[in-house]
Antibody, heavy 125, light 107 residues
């Protein structure tokens, strides 16, 4: 069974840092790109960051660029999100998701097919 | 920024058809997925590449698109289909963008 399990969430003061982890099982982690997505009651779902299967390409939403860093450790089937300079608006449930490479008429694209249960980050003084 | 707009809510009677629209500029040039999210649960992929259904998703769920609008249709809606539904678009420049979400209520 494909499974993603996030951890590392907690309560942190504004300006603080936190590192989220996501451990994968049930598939060959190194064959897939991965993403972080967050959800707040007020703003719905927001894609945060993604990393390719090789780790060579990393992309970020404008809202976190320069503050968050995505990384992976294939030997541990693990995905990470290092969050710094945290703000109140970063408060959310953070999910990791598996990216699948699809193909349509010779064009390649990504979609997310499996999500973890999430870990909650609260930024508050 | 790129915005995907969905109606906040849709109500449907059991056995009837629910349709949820998702609109965005040049949406037909992007790849659209739909996710179902029940309270307290993670999102579940129900449609990808505009019209394809992952294994295990009932065939009452279908996707379509025309121009700048993608549509999720639930035929013969059941009580278990009551959930929030989100569209999502992907392209190389934007990466992923989610829609505003639609709450489907089965009356």
């Amino acid at each position: 069974e494909v499974q993603l399990v996030e951890s590392g969430g907690g309560v942190v003061r504004p300006g603080g840092s936190l590192r989220l982890s996501c451990v994968a099982s049930g598939f060959t982690f190194g064959d897939f790109g991965m993403s972080w997505v967050r959800q707040t009651p007020g703003k719905g779902l927001e894609w945060v960051s993604g990393i390719t299967w090789s780790g060579e390409n990393r992309v970020y939403a404008d809202s976190v660029k320069g503050r968050f860093t995505i990384s992976r450790e294939d030997a541990k089937s693990s995905l990470y999100l290092q969050m710094t300079s945290l703000r109140a608006e970063d408060t959310a449930l953070y999910y990791c998701a598996r990216d699948v490479l699809g193909e349509f008429s010779g064009d390649y694209y990504n979609y997310m097919d499996v999500w973890g249960k999430g870990t909650t980050v609260t930024v508050s003084s | 920024s790129y915005d995907l707009t969905q109606p906040p809510s849709v109500s449907v009677s059991p056995g009837q058809t629910a349709t949820i629209a998702c609109s965005g500029d040049n949406l037909g040039d992007k790849y659209v997925c739909w996710f179902q999210q029940k309270p307290g649960q993670s999102p579940v992929l129900v449609i990808y590449e505009h019209t394809k259904r992952p294994s295990g998703i009932p065939d009452r769920f279908s996707g379509s698109y025309s121009g700048d609008t993608a549509t999720l249709t639930i035929s013969g809606t059941q009580a278990m289909d009551e959930a929030d539904y989100y569209c999502q678009a992907w392209d190389r420049r934007l990466s992923y963008v989610f829609g505003t979400g639609t709450k489907v209520t089965v009356l």
